[in-house]
Structures are given as structure tokens and as C-alpha cells.
């Protein structure tokens, strides 16, 4: 624990909040995935690989086909399932790109020092 605020001691703070933005996002990721498996297992009687793995697939809106709900319970929870799925998609997208691109002007800044 010392190690960690030690290190983070010398980041900026835009760089810290960046880093708490992103672990932040993958543990709502994580918990949104984990709440799509567990739905998936207990209403459409899947099993928990089939379950993670159709909560993924439709979180990210690949959408094979294989497993598609079946009920209007399950349909409507797919609804939201997607819309939040995305939106929490398009949040880690948005900080991995900010943080490359905050990294490339320190690069650059410290090359043109």
C-alpha cells in the first residue's frame, strides 16, 4: 500500500483521476457482466460458461445467435442489458484513448524540452 501512494505521489493529478476513471469502469464492466451471467443462469437456464459468455456477447453486441433470449422478461432485460453494455463500452474506449493521448504529449513534451 505504502509502494502504491508513494508512486502516485509524482503522477499528476489529471493522471491519477484518469487511473481511478478507468478502474472504476472495469469494475462496473466486471460487475455488469456478472450481473448479465447471473440473470442468464437463473432465467434462461443456462450454465455459468454459457452464461458468461452470452452476458459478453451482448454486452459488446456481437450477437452470434446461438443463445438469444427467449421470454419477454429476458427480452427486456437484453434491452437494457445492451444499452448500459454500451454505454460502459464506450466509457473504457473513451479513457484507453485519453490516456494514450496523454502519454503521447508527455512524450512529446519532454522531447521538446
Known sequence: MVIIIVMTRHKSSEAVDTALHFKWVVLTALSVI????????????????????????TITTVGYGDI????????????FYVLIGVGIIAASLNILVRIAAQKRLQKKALKNK
Do not use: N
Open 68 to 79: 438469444h433470449p427467449t421470454t419477454p422478461g429476458t427480452k427486456l432485460f437484453t434491452i
Open 34 to 57: 456478472a450481473t448479465g451471467s447471473v440473470f442468464y443462469h437463473r432465467f434462461l437456464h443456462l450454465s455459468w460458461i454459457d452464461a458468461v459468455y452470452f452476458s459478453v456477447i
